[in-house]
């Protein structure tokens, strides 16, 4: 029987979402569907879901704290994380996973061990990339304009600062998990700190994918090695397929089909 799944998010149309997962399951054999979701109220979700069958899901902004609130059990880091990205139908009920943390550990294996990083902003992709990452063992530190969205990450024992109050130290990686540089030219922390932040560091990271954002322009131009955030996309959505499937697949394989949504 074909099975289905499918992305919520608003805006959805610019997800690589469906691509991804139509070439693995095109190169997997499975029979199954993969479409895009407008949806414009959170709070439907879960209705959403279960009136048109849907097998799986994934979850974008602004919905993945909702889906959270929605899902009949949540498991993994997702339970600390608060947020959601991953959805399965399994007996009648929707379980829920978050594959972002993951999916961004996984993208900076590469850069080799990372034993220290500097997260810029402090929303729900913060939150995922700090929680893995001192999982693993490592001493991560926010920087955020403002104190009021810290106030969670110091509840859990992050160092954390304000712009105004921040002396860069030296750092394995830097990463910018805000929207600025998606739509417009901004920079996620006054250029003249972000320029100090990123000679004192070995690695900068953008979450944005396909686009040269001006946090990546800057670390090109110091000779800072640096990635944007299309390998965390592909790593989530490698995990997210896999738990559609309940670890059946060769992660391996997953990666091979759908890497070429990037081509």
């Not at 999916?103 to 080799?112: A, D, L, Q, V």
Request: glycine residues 8%; hydrophobic residues 40%; neutral net charge.
């Amino acid at each position: 029987m074909s099975r289905r799944f499918t992305i919520f998010g608003n805006p959805v149309e610019h997800s690589l979402s469906p691509k991804m997962h139509g070439y693995a399951i095109e190169g997997l054999g499975v029979d199954a569907t993969y479409d895009k979701t407008l949806l414009l109220d959170g709070t439907k979700l879960k209705e959403t879901f279960l009136k048109n069958n849907f097998d799986g899901a994934n979850v974008t902004v602004p919905h993945k704290e909702e889906a959270f609130k929605q899902a009949d059990e949540v498991r993994g880091i997702a339970k600390e994380i608060g947020a959601i990205n991953t959805l399965v139908l399994e007996d009648g009920k929707m379980i829920a996973y978050n594959t972002d943390a993951e999916g961004f550990f996984e993208s900076t294996k590469e850069f080799g061990e990372i034993n220290s990083l500097l997260i810029l902003g402090a929303g729900g992709t913060a939150k995922a990339i700090s929680l893995i990452f001192r999982q693993m063992g490592a001493d991560v530190t926010l920087l955020n304009r403002s104190e009021a969205r810290l106030e969670p990450f110091k509840e859990k024992g992050f160092e954390c600062y304000r712009w105004d109050e921040f002396s860069p130290k030296s750092y394995d990686l830097v990463v910018n998990t805000t929207s600025a540089g998606l739509g417009d030219s901004n920079y996620p922390a006054p250029k003249e700190l972000l320029e100090s932040i990123m000679r004192a560091s070995k690695f900068a990271s953008d979450v944005i994918y396909n686009k040269n954002t001006p946090f990546l322009q800057l670390a090109k131009k110091l000779g800072l090695p640096n990635k944007d955030g299309s390998d965390m996309l592909l790593y989530q959505g490698v995990k997210a397929f896999n738990l559609f499937y309940h670890d059946k697949f060769d992660e391996k394989k997953i990666t091979k089909f759908m890497r070429k949504a990037f081509y």
